[in-house]
């Protein structure tokens, strides 16, 4: 089975913290993806990657960044938290076109 | 007007009804249909997939495809309490290089005992 992990499930973060988050994958998936999800809002596409060092921003980049040095792992870094940035984060690889989605890491910034 | 169309609910229904769940989109290039379920404070998993139009049945689930009409449904037959989820239709083109989906809002389904 496809294995998608995500570094924490509940953070709690203040206010111009810089916060990261980790999400690994074991089965060799090229593409990786990084979503918040808020309600009544669905699931926004923040940042993708296709491949090493590889990035594209999605619909919602503002505020984020990310970094995939090793293909099994790809970040998600707030480089200065801020409280509307509380909200669901989930983490995916892509096996033609079949998305495995991690737990999620519930992020509330104070 | 969003790519794609999917009604919030919340949807309530009793133990043992058909369910209807439902997605519209825009995007004539859609190819790749699926459905995830979600539970709560988890992550998404995938229910069903199917590729171009037509019907797949798995068990209890059904999904169907009209790319005439551009719309997309899941029927849960003899539904069940652990059938209360969120439900997301997703979907893609062909030849979209990184495999981006693109998901409608979510349903959120409650079955009542």
């Known amino acids: 089975d496809v294995k998608v992990t995500q570094s924490s499930r509940y953070l709690v973060k203040r206010t111009g913290e810089k916060v990261f988050l980790e999400c690994v994958q074991d089965m060799d998936h090229e593409n990786m993806f990084w979503y918040r999800q808020d309600p009544g809002l669905g699931l926004r596409l923040i940042y993708f990657s296709y491949d090493v060092k590889m990035k594209e921003k999605g619909d919602i980049p503002e505020g984020y960044s990310v970094s995939r040095e090793k293909k099994e792992r790809f970040s998600l870094i707030l480089e200065s938290a801020s409280t509307n940035q509380t909200s669901m984060y989930l983490c995916?690889?892509?096996?033609?076109?079949?998305?495995?989605f991690g737990p999620g890491t519930r992020l509330t910034v104070l | 007007q969003k790519e794609v169309e999917q009604d919030p609910g919340p949807l309530s229904v009793p133990e043992g009804a058909i369910v209807s769940l439902n997605c519209t989109y825009s995007?004539?290039?859609?190819?790749?249909f699926m459905w995830y379920r979600q539970y709560s404070r988890k992550g998404p998993e995938l229910l069903m997939y199917t590729y171009s139009s037509g019907n797949k049945e798995d068990g209890r689930f059904t999904a169907q495809v009209d790319k005439s009409s551009k719309y997309i449904s899941l029927f849960i037959r003899d539904s069940q309490p652990s059938d209360s989820a969120t439900y997301l239709c997703?979907?893609?083109?062909?030849?979209?290089?990184?495999?981006?989906?693109?998901f409608g809002q979510g349903t959120r389904l409650t079955i009542n005992p």
């Open positions: 997703a979907m893609a083109g062909a030849g979209t290089g990184a495999q981006k989906l693109v």
């Open positions: 995007n004539s290039a859609f190819q790749y």
């Open positions: 995916a690889s892509t096996l033609n076109y079949e998305q495995f």
